[in-house]
């Protein structure tokens, strides 16, 4: 009777987990449109990319308050399971073998980005990545994997397709919107399996993402159809490298269903 009750306990568990996990990912397509009209303070607007912050930490702390909620745990085991705290020396070893191949080749064919400033810099290549993994990957796929434990599959699948989807709104023809929601949910997926993969260490799909979001910001990439060809190949080449990588760098894989 007992095993049947812890059972039963489980699997609600389970379920009251997928459902925080699924609320927050919905919270995070629509926060912005939810949100930004309410951030017009001076010093808010004032400051670049201020309310994308300040939406990306809403998505973060709405996100970790349903799933602590949902896992009646404390708040450091949350924090554990997004693998935010794990060693990052390994994976800035495997980002810089992985990505120095695609700096080298742009730094020799492809002219500076002339619009790129510090501001671009700092939230477009280093915060926003950040704010992302820590949502997509650390929380979304963390909590599915180790509280919930789903196959680490669908665990990533369904923060994938959320993370294209919410990039829908970068592009404006059709054609355009299609490419971004595909490129994007093809990178969550990804940036999720290189979280597994890599032991729940959420470093590598961080550096990763921001190695990649460095990239486009630096160099004047897909700007015309020759430009998305060449920016497409290099794009490529660095996710086999990174993968390949990671077999090599990466610790055995933990037992995972």
Do not use: K, Q
Not at 51 to 56: C, E, F, G, K, W
Request: contains cysteine; hydrophobic residues 60%.
């Amino acid at each position: 009777m007992s095993g049947l009750t812890d059972l039963i306990h489980t699997h609600r568990r389970a379920l009251a987990l997928f459902a925080a996990v699924l609320a927050g990912l919905t919270f995070s397509a629509f926060s912005g449109s939810l949100l930004r009209p309410y951030l017009t303070a001076e010093w808010i607007t004032g400051v670049p990319y201020g309310r994308s912050a300040l939406v990306s930490l809403a998505d973060i702390a709405v996100m970790f308050a349903l799933v602590w909620l949902a896992a009646w745990s404390g708040p450091a085991r949350i924090a554990a399971v997004t693998g935010f705290g794990a060693s990052p020396v390994r994976p800035l070893l495997w980002a810089g073998a992985s990505l120095a191949p695609a700096i080298l080749i742009c730094a020799f064919l492809v002219p500076l980005s002339a619009e790129a400033g510090p501001a671009d810099y700092g939230w477009l290549v280093i915060g926003g990545p950040i704010a992302e993994e820590i949502v997509y990957r650390g929380l979304a796929v963390g909590v599915l994997v180790r509280l919930a434990r789903w196959h680490w599959l669908p665990a990533v699948i369904l923060p994938g397709l959320v993370f294209g989807a919410v990039h829908a709104g970068s592009g404006a023809a059709p054609v355009e919107i299609a490419g971004i929601i595909a490129i994007t949910g093809l990178g969550g997926l990804l940036f999720g399996w290189l979280f597994v993969r890599w032991n729940f260490n959420l470093w590598p799909p961080i550096l990763l993402h921001v190695g990649l979001n460095g990239l486009w910001t630096a160099f004047a990439l897909g700007e015309n159809a020759i430009g998305v060809v060449f920016a497409n190949a290099v794009r490529f080449g660095t996710v086999l490298l990174a993968v390949a990588l990671t077999f090599v760098l990466a610790p055995r894989p933990a037992a995972r269903r």
